[in-house]
């Protein structure tokens, strides 16, 4: 907090309590999904019904297994992940002692209608996504505020503050083939339907999520 005084009648703005979102672009990612691509068809194969979670299966909507971080298909993008992650901890000056690791990790198809409910991930500190195939129109992800007392009464906005994202009461994502989202687990998120008119299995927007907590560093 600024602690000294800008003199009488000048206005000050400070921003507390931030809801931090981080993105990131992997490199070489076109060489990285098409093997996450035949992993995840092929996990499908085995498993049909997956796991119920936030996917919607009458929808259509598949949920692998939750633990791909102990899959050796999945190694490169478990590495990337920890290594975006440590980024994170270090921009936001996080316990230099204590490092990321991976708690879980799965895999979501999606074919056209299929979407996930609002939900967050307990538990752990920090959320992600990386998305692996996602054709136009295949469905944003999308986080909503969560103050819950900030929707109690909502101010009326000119057209510029509309496009304030201090005003925004949720901010959506584009689901970019290559990208990464890190996110505090804590923050309610949403996908929306695929609506992509894509045919066939090239439609599905393909995703692998993953949830991460902090561990001390070995002492070697």
Known sequence: MNEGSPGPGKLQREAFFPTLIYYLDLHGSAKL????????????????????????RQAGAWHSQDDLIRRPEFEDLAKAVLASMQQVFDD????????????????????????????????????????????????????????????????????????????????FYEPIEGRMILFPAWLLHEVEPNLSDVSGDGGHRISISFNLRQRRRSAD
């Open 92 to 171: 936001l000056e996080y316990d230099g002692d204590m490092e990321p690791v991976l708690d879980n990790m799965w895999a979501n198809v999606s074919p056209r209608h299929a979407f996930n409910r609002m939900h967050t991930h307990p538990g752990v500190i920090w959320s992600g996504v990386y998305y692996v195939q996602s054709p136009s129109g295949s469905g944003r992800i999308f986080f909503a505020d969560p103050r819950a007392q900030a929707g109690v009464l909502r101010p009326y906005l000119s057209e510029a503050g509309k496009n304030r994202p201090e005003n925004w009461s949720e901010v």
């Open 33 to 56: 999904n098409a093997p996450l691509v035949s992993a995840i068809r092929r996990l499908q194969a085995e498993d049909t019904n997956g796991m119920h979670r936030s996917n919607v």
